[in-house]
């Protein structure tokens, strides 16, 4: 898969077959769109193009409501995009400006002009321009005056996405881990740099590695203890790669080694805390990961967080998460 951050490095497409959409999550309902259009594309022999946009649209043009939390990342998108075997992904700059055109620019001037779309499949309540007031009547006209093909995503396939983006946050945020990865399809997971703690889990037998979120719009899971796997990236001693992404590129997919491990996230009220912190201890593991990026993939949520009357209650609880975390994990 080739990536986009400008319309202006994007070449000429063969038949592209054009979907349009945030694609949160990259989920089960999100999949049955991303089928449609690869079918549609190997049956014409052209090429699918997925239009996305960053940062979520949400952040731009609504105001005066919480800020939403993500369940991916700008490139985790791109990742999951990638792993399901799409050929082009644009992902357009939202801006206030971008979000001004009228509903007739933004489909002569950005959509056929930058796209010179083939086909042309959005869902049946899909809104766009200035106020949202473009629809797909509007498309439809305008793909018989332009000379594009245009399909309809069912209105039962919009519903299922809406609903399970809504859902899949829920349950993640309450613990609902075999909710929110049937949902997904994989496992839910974020990433965190590992920074310096307290060293306390170090002197009760249970070192932690402990996470610092860098992207504050990634959605993270609600309190509590959870079993889980990790990898372990851009180590301090790994080869430098640059930071620097250009206009276009073409990711590359690592496979990293899976350990096994328990986290914590929560205030630690045993010890008085009232900061939240995210810690993870990782099993039969004692290397210097400073630095470090950890990916954390939710298995399955253990237990609520709780004020032990001791340090000695504590430690016989973790022994009884340890071995909980075995169990789940397979061992």
Request: aromatic share 8%; net charge neutral; hydrophobic share 40%.
């Amino acid at each position: 898969m080739k990536v986009y951050f400008s319309t202006e490095t994007i070449p000429a497409f063969k038949k592209a077959v054009v979907t349009i959409g945030t694609f949160d999550g990259v989920h089960t309902g999100h999949k049955s769109i991303l089928e449609q259009l690869k079918r549609e594309a190997v049956r014409i022999g052209g090429e699918t193009v997925i239009i996305t946009f960053h940062p979520h649209p949400r952040k731009v043009i609504v105001s005066g409501q919480p800020a939403i939390h993500l369940i991916n990342t700008i490139d985790e998108k791109i990742e999951l995009l990638h792993k399901n075997g799409i050929d082009h992904l644009v992902v357009v700059p939202f801006t206030d400006d971008f979000s001004q055109q009228s509903p007739e620019a933004y489909i002569e001037k950005f959509l056929v002009e930058k796209f010179h779309p083939h086909t042309v499949i959005i869902g049946y309540d899909h809104r766009f321009g200035r106020n949202r007031l473009g629809d797909y009547k509007l498309l439809e006209a305008y793909s018989t005056k332009l000379g594009f093909n245009l399909m309809e995503i069912p209105a039962h396939v919009i519903n299922d996405n809406t609903v399970s983006s809504t859902r899949i946050r829920e349950a993640v945020l309450h613990g609902n881990t075999d909710v929110a990865n049937t949902l997904l399809g994989y496992d839910f997971f974020f990433e965190g740099t590992v920074v310096d703690g307290n060293k306390l889990g170090r002197t009760l037998g249970y070192p932690t590695a402990n996470l610092r979120i860098e992207n504050l719009e990634k959605l993270i899971p609600g309190n509590g203890i959870y079993a889980v796997e990790l990898e372990i990236r851009n180590r301090k001693d790994d080869p430098k790669v640059s930071s620097q992404r250009s206009d276009v590129y073409a990711p590359a997919l690592i496979e990293y080694p899976r350990l096994k491990g328990m986290m914590s996230i929560g205030i630690r009220p045993t010890i008085g805390g009232t900061d939240r912190v995210i810690e993870v201890n990782i099993f039969d593991f004692s290397e210097d990961i400073y630095g470090a990026t950890l990916r954390v993939y939710i298995k399955k949520y253990l237990r609520s967080e709780v004020k032990f009357n001791g340090l000695d209650a504590l430690v016989e609880q973790l022994a009884k998460d340890k071995v909980d975390s075995l169990k789940v994990l397979g061992e």
